[in-house]
C-alpha cells in the first residue's frame, strides 16, 4: 500500500461523496438520523485538508492519522466504526508492509473484524457491514487462489453491490432505524450504500493503477 495511492483515494471518494448527496440525504431521511451525508462529507473534507501532513508520511502513519481525526470529525454511530477501520489496517500495515493483493484483503479483512466488535454487529441487520462482509469474503476467496486483479476488482464491486441492495428487504436491528421496525423494510440502508459507493470508488482506482 503506497501513501500516493492513499492520498489519491481520499480526493476520489470525496468527489463520489459529493456526487452522490441527493441520494443519500434521501436514504438517511427514509430511515437514519439525516446526518450520515453531512457527517461523510465533512471527514472527507477534513482528510483533503490533510493531504499536505500526510504526503510524506510512510503509509501506517497516514492510516493512523487518518483514523484519528476521523474519530473527531465524523459524529454519529459511523464515526468510531470508520475510524476503526482505519487504525486497525494502520496496525496490521505497521506489523509488516501490505503490498500484494492478498496482504491487502487480510488487512481489509481485519479491519471489517474490528468494526464487527466495535458494533457489536453482524451481516443480515442493516448497517454497513452488509456491504463490508460480503466484500472481505470475496476479497478473501480470490485472493486465496490468486486470481487476476481485475477480476478481483469487479468481483469486489459486484459483492458490495448485491450486499448494500440485499439491506432494502431487511429489518434493521441497530440504530435509529431499528426503532421503525417492518417499516424500514423497502429501504436501503445508507450507511450500506456510503459504503458501496466507496468500495466502488476505490476500486476503479486500482483498475486505473493496475492498468498505468
Known sequence: ?????????????????????????????????????????????TLLAMREELAPLPPADVLQRIGMKLLSTIGGASGPLIATFFMTMAKVEKAGDIST????????????????????????????????????????????????????????????EQGMLSTKDMIATKGRAAFLGERAIGHIDPGARSSQIIIHTITELAKQHQAA
Open 101 to 160: 493483493l492478498a496482504e491487502i484483503s487480510a488487512a481489509f479483512t481485519a479491519s471489517v473484524e474490528a468494526i464487527k466488535q466495535r458494533g457489536k454487529a453482524n451481516a443480515g441487520e442493516k448497517t454497513m457491514l452488509d456491504t463490508l462482509i460480503p466484500v472481505a469474503n470475496t476479497f478473501s476467496s480470490l485472493t486465496a487462489v490468486n486470481a487476476e486483479p481485475t477480476q478481483v476488482f469487479d468481483a469486489i464491486q459486484q459483492a458490495a
Open 1 to 45: 500500500m503506497r501513501t500516493e495511492f492513499i492520498l489519491a483515494a481520499i480526493t476520489a471518494v470525496n468527489d463520489a461523496v459529493l456526487n452522490s448527496e441527493a441520494e443519500l440525504e434521501s436514504l438517511d431521511r427514509e430511515i437514519g438520523d439525516g446526518d450520515h451525508f453531512i457527517n461523510l462529507k465533512r471527514g472527507c473534507a
